[in-house]
Nanobody, 126 residues
Framework: VQLQASGGGSVQAGGSLRLSCAASGGTFSSYAMGWFRQAPGKEREFVAAISWNGGTTYYADSVKGRCNISRDNAKNTVYLQMNSLKPEDTAVYYC????????????????????WGQGTLVTVSS
């Protein structure tokens, strides 16, 4: 499975971005998908996840109410809409696929995911 993240860029605080992650190979529609981010000098952290059919979503407290994860299984793509961006949202954002399509207590962990994209940089200026 190959994952290609895109949509990053530079925005001012309060702005919005929509990240996309296109999958090829494998069976995208059966995978749970997640977004993680990694700021300079920090560990990779969970942002959001969505189950195989979009019926369940999880969000980190730091982005809850500002981000929305969605997917289009017909297009093999998962999205992360980010609003009211803050400078602390600055990071490289990675999408990841979990062959176990249902979200659970380990969906917040990088260890749960089987495939990773290359990342897209989001920079938020104050």
């Amino acid at each position: 499975v190959q994952l290609q993240a895109s949509g990053g860029g530079s925005v001012q605080a309060g702005g919005s971005l929509r990240l996309s992650c296109a999958a090829s190979g494998g069976t995208f529609s059966s995978y749970a998908m997640g977004w993680f981010r990694q700021a300079p000098g920090k560990e990779r952290e969970f942002v959001a996840a969505i189950s195989w059919n979009g019926g369940t979503t999880y969000y980190a407290d730091s982005v809850k109410g500002r981000c929305n994860i969605s997917r289009d299984n017909a297009k093999n793509t998962v999205y992360l809409q980010m609003n009211s961006l803050k400078p602390e949202d600055t990071a490289v954002y990675y999408c990841a696929a979990d062959r176990y399509g249902v979200l659970g207590s380990s969906s917040w962990s990088t260890d749960e995911y089987d495939y990773w994209g290359q990342g897209t940089l989001v920079t938020v200026s104050s």
